[in-house]
């Protein structure tokens, strides 16, 4: 099928992660939701902001879907048996819409029953990551043998697998609660301790000792240490160091300088509040587990310490003793003791560095991109 994946009403809600890419091309499970669709054959594009299609187009499709949806087989199947002018809806959710415009009044509505994951808000990435990278790992892996792990690795379980040029070497694998997967030419450094679920990108590596636990997403040229718990890193992202992130989604080309640490959890185990972006203020999150929520290109300087569901936007760079607020706007530079404008010609020059540190850079579309974020966001850095 061709297939549109479609924003939708809940892309404002995942700010700032979707400030710089579409609903789609999110990460959740070992692959992003668009991966998800072609990995299964369909052809898909992008129904998103203006300035993104450029990098992200649409195509003359035959279907729209909603870009939240995580899709099975089952949900396909009953997406590619709509007529013109059917719907198909979960709840009050519009998951897929036989037509030409997603805002048009459905002729029909088919109701969905089937179980179906759905990101709507940033912590779902995290929450429902570990029933999604079960489902990749089975998509991934179906019919296919893993190549040799290396007998120096303490492994538990079956659900292991490694792409062609991936490695682990002196490490424990316990694959018994979640599958652990390493994409071409990942690496898990000595002395790593791992239990499962883990999806590690191409070309990503857990660096010695690391200690990975709770369905955890490293995206592809990731490079992690420390401790990680049931979190997601979209990718091209380093935690290079010691350091403890839990329930957490990092977009890509950030960097958690040495000894970074986040609070997932408040003393007092109430509920969670983060800063709203559809809101305009802090809002409950229904999660007693919420980490950081770090948009594409912050950084953070050593020994910093981010508080419970701290949010923090596009190109932030956050250094400083001490708690920095829990939101902190894009393109601001600072931390406890206050922040001033982060210059967009700065930040693209350090934009530009990091991304040639893979072979990449701030080409025009990407400047163009950054430019329109830069102009988005100027309202929370008043």
Known sequence: MKIQLVDGKHRSHLLPLTYTRPVAELRCGIITIAEKYTKRGHEIGYGTEAYLNVKYPSIEAEVLVSGSVCPTDAFLEAVAGLSSGQALIQGDELLAFKGEKWEDEPSEIIPFSGALNLITRPWDIWSKNASELNLDFDLLTKDRFSAPID????????????????????????????????????EIMEGCIVRGGLALGESSALKMGAKIYGATTLGPHCKVGGEVNNSVIIGYSNKGHDGFLGNSALGEWCNLGADTNNSNLKNNYDEVKAWSYVDGRFAKTGQQFCGLIMGDHSKSGINTMFNTGTVVGVSANVYGAGFPRNFIASFTWGGPQGTMEYRIDKALDTADRMMKRRGLEVDEVEKAILEQVYALSAEYRR
Request: hydrophobic share 45%; no cysteine; charged share 15%.
């Open 151 to 186: 007998a120096t690795n303490t492994v538990i379980g079956d659900k292991v697998f490694l792409e062609e040029g991936a490695k682990a070497t002196a490490s424990i694998l316990n694959a018994t609660s979640g599958p652990i997967y390493l994409a071409k030419n990942a």
